[in-house]
């Protein structure tokens, strides 16, 4: 199957720093991704849509200048949490739909914690 | 009124149960439907998408109910490996897919 890499895959920071999680398709292009967040025992809460080469859509409620998406490639997707706060501690995930697939493949998240 | 609901569990079944997931979804523009598995601490893994004339995989097989818009996973002879949260995820074409919350299965030995 398709295979999404994300990364780093854990990572500490302080208060106010920025911090830049990459996710790559490694075998297949994508022209969308899926930025989602995990809070403990909730459900994946979808951020934004990923679109390469335009400007990323944002969920309801998601600051779009604290959370940057840039999708530059068709195999890659950045998101960075700008000025992390201990509130934006979370499971990142991103995924890519695989062509005209209505599959989504997942990256294999990033556990964001800020001191 | 949440798009996708489903009963968080957990489910407690001993090894050999048949156990059955049941997840209602509220728009029905909805057009694709799957199950993931996700472990603890860990990204979802698609376990099987779900079609109207159900299907089957092995132990798991997915029904879909489009007039009562529920869709159901059922697990025969659980195994321990079986342990995680199983979550319902709805689809419209070209459009975001739409997680449950999870039910969460334990099966103990």
């Known amino acids: 199957g398709a295979v999404v890499s994300q990364h780093p895959s854990w990572v500490i920071c302080k208060s106010g720093t920025s911090v830049k999680i990459e996710c790559r398709s490694l075998?297949?292009?994508?022209?969308?991704m899926f930025w989602y967040r995990q809070f403990p025992k909730q459900s994946l809460m979808l951020m934004a849509t990923?679109?390469?080469?335009?400007?990323?859509?944002?969920e309801q409620g998601v600051e779009k200048d604290k959370f940057l998406i840039n999708h530059a490639s068709l195999t890659l997707s950045t998101l960075t949490v700008t000025s992390a706060h201990p509130e934006d501690s979370s499971f990142y995930i991103c995924?890519?739909?695989?062509?005209?697939?209505?599959?989504?493949?997942f990256g294999q998240g990033t556990r964001l914690t800020v001191v | 009124r949440k798009e996708v609901e489903q009963d968080p569990g957990p489910f407690n079944v001993p090894e050999g149960a048949t156990v059955a997931f049941n997840c209602t979804y509220s728009n029905s523009a909805s057009q694709s439907f799957f199950w993931y598995r996700q472990d603890c601490r860990k990204e979802p893994k698609l376990l099987m998408s779900?079609?109207?004339s159900g299907n089957e995989d092995g132990r798991f097989t997915a029904q879909l109910n489009r007039a009562s818009q529920y869709i159901s996973l059922l697990i025969r002879d659980s195994k321990l490996s079986d342990s995680a949260t199983y979550l319902c995820v709805v689809n419209r074409v070209t459009d975001k897919l739409i997680f449950g919350t999870g039910t969460r299965l334990q099966v103990f030995p």
């Open positions: 995924s890519a739909r695989e062509g005209g697939l209505n599959k989504a493949f």
């Open positions: 075998d297949f292009q994508a022209t969308t």
């Open positions: 990923s679109n390469e080469g335009s400007k990323a859509t944002y």
């Open positions: 779900v079609y109207s």
